[in-house]
């Protein structure tokens, strides 16, 4: 059974930075094609921060664009998001996707395999 599980996630206020990680089990770490972050605030559909696939190749939305790094450590099987000069904006539940057929990384549908998420609120 496959699970993705989120840390990291926590309140801040405006201009602090905070760093998600996401450790996945069920799967060799490396079968994934893509890792992805998404958030859903309140009211909102879920949309795609970053992504990154199996050659560390990695997108972001342009909402957090020099802002946000996503990246992978191989050695530990972890996913990370690190979120630098957070905005209220960017409140939200964040999740951790992964999927192990090549797609989007921004398309909800790209990803077969969910984290509960954590959630950010910025203040």
């Known amino acids: 059974d496959v699970q993705l599980v989120e840390s990291g996630g926590g309140s801040v206020q405006a201009g602090g930075s905070l760093r998600l990680s996401c450790v996945p089990s069920?799967?060799?770490?490396?079968?994934?094609?893509?890792m992805g972050w998404f958030r859903q605030a309140p009211g909102k559909e879920r949309e795609g921060v970053a992504g990154?696939?199996?050659?560390?190749?990695?997108g972001y939305a342009d909402s957090v664009k020099g802002r946000f790094t996503i990246s992978k450590d191989n050695a530990k099987n972890t996913l990370y998001l690190q979120m630098n000069t957070l905005k209220p904006e960017d409140t939200g539940m964040y999740y951790c996707?992964?999927?192990?057929?090549?797609?989007?990384?921004?398309?909800?549908?790209?990803?077969?395999?969910w984290g509960q998420g954590t959630q950010v609120t910025v203040s």
């Open positions: 996707a992964a999927a192990t057929v090549c797609g989007s990384w921004f398309r909800v549908g790209s990803f077969a395999y």
């Open positions: 069920g799967h060799t770490y490396s079968s994934y094609c893509i």
């Open positions: 990154i696939d199996r050659d560390d190749r990695s």
